[in-house]
């Protein structure tokens, strides 16, 4: 056994008696972050011990983890002794700087931040999809990166599976409309600090969009924005191709950045090969992690979905064509990360190793 396997096996024996775990997240003070403790305190997630760390001006922030009180700690290497499962909800940046360190005490990966998308041997995981396709991945002999697929991915996934169950689809098209906390804290403040000074006649600050998104509706950010939405567009086709295994349809994609702080919305048009059931599409998307909004009920919105581990869901017949359908879906992107995350995790302590090494 080489010495990452005694490492990991010895972090996962200490407490063997118990069955609980040593987690680690970085990146705890980001949106993000906080999204995943309260999901591990939610799910009750086997742990004796989570470390909260981070690199930035939320040091020594007071965080409530499980009942007790801890505070966010600078990020160092020996912070990832004995961890079992690390969390990356950081920057891509700090994730690239620290994410070896942690797998080379032992600790298993869980990225947030995509910015092991690209590594070897990393994978992106859709647990929700996996189980729709009854495929799960084959348990790894060495652990590798996971990388969280990227909500909107994974909501078109899941609908598309599940439509492609009672009809074919001949052409999907989606407009997928992007909230400011898909750019961190910073994206939330400066959406919020544009629609103040908007209304004082103030100019509006740019650094994070590049561009005026308060009151408005972008397809592109200005060119001092540090990423564009074309890159978002990619990221969603291509972990949609990975975590459906290029058995459906590939829809057409567009991101708009929308005035918006929370909640990814989603307006897609289906058109079917033929005809079919209004209802029958229905009852082929009703199931785990979709809840379907009929009338007269209020329509999915960011505000009725923030909180929600569900997709919600209503369905629309197009008037103009008998062959298809809209669907408009709103999802908590914060909280679908998170619960994807430890979802992974959940995964990954079925197969970690436990008791006395031989």
């Not at 590049?210 to 978002?232: D, E, I, T």
């Not at 079917?272 to 009703?286: G, I, K, P, V």
């Amino acid at each position: 056994m080489n010495n990452s396997n005694l490492k990991s096996a010895g972090a996962a024996r200490r407490d063997a008696g118990s069955g609980f775990y040593r987690v680690a997240i970085v990146g705890a003070g980001s949106l993000k972050g906080k999204e995943v403790a309260e999901v591990l305190e939610q799910r009750n997630f086997p742990s004796s011990d989570v470390k909260l760390l981070d690199d930035d001006e939320t040091l020594g922030q007071l965080e409530a983890v499980k009942d007790e009180v801890t505070f966010i700690q600078s990020i160092r290497s020996e912070q990832f002794e004995h961890v079992d499962f690390t969390f990356f909800a950081s920057d891509p940046d700090c994730t690239r700087r620290n994410w070896k360190q942690a797998a080379r005490n032992g600790s298993s990966i869980v990225d947030l931040s995509y910015a092991l998308e690209d590594e070897p041997g990393a994978v992106v995981r859709a647990p929700w999809v996996e189980r729709q396709r009854g495929k799960a991945p084959p348990p790894e002999l060495q652990p590798v990166p996971a990388v969280v697929a990227h909500p909107v991915a994974i909501e078109l996934a899941l609908l598309v599976l599940r439509i492609s169950k009672a009809a074919q689809i001949e052409r999907a098209v989606a407009t997928v409309f992007e909230p400011a906390s898909e750019r961190g804290q910073k994206g939330m403040d400066e959406l919020h600090e544009q629609t103040v000074h908007l209304l004082s006649f103030q100019p509006v600050p740019k650094d994070v969009f590049g561009v005026q998104v308060a009151f408005n509706m972008v397809s592109r950010y200005g060119q001092s924005s540090p990423g564009q939405l074309s890159s978002v567009v990619e990221r969603i086709l291509g972990h949609y191709r990975t975590i459906t295994s290029g058995d459906v349809l590939v829809p057409s994609v567009e991101v708009l950045q929308a005035p918006v702080f929370h909640g990814h919305a989603l307006s897609m048009n289906v058109r079917l090969r033929q005809a079919a059931d209004l209802d029958e599409l229905l009852n082929a998307l009703a199931g785990e992690h979709v809840s379907l909004i009929r009338a007269p009920e209020e329509a999915p919105n960011n505000v009725n979905a923030a909180g929600q581990g569900d997709i919600l869901v209503s369905l629309t017949p197009d008037r103009s064509d008998p062959s298809s359908l809209w669907i408009w879906a709103v999802l908590d992107n914060l909280r679908v990360a998170a619960s994807t995350a430890v979802e992974v995790a959940e995964g990954m302590a079925a197969l970690r190793p436990k008791g006395k090494i031989q």
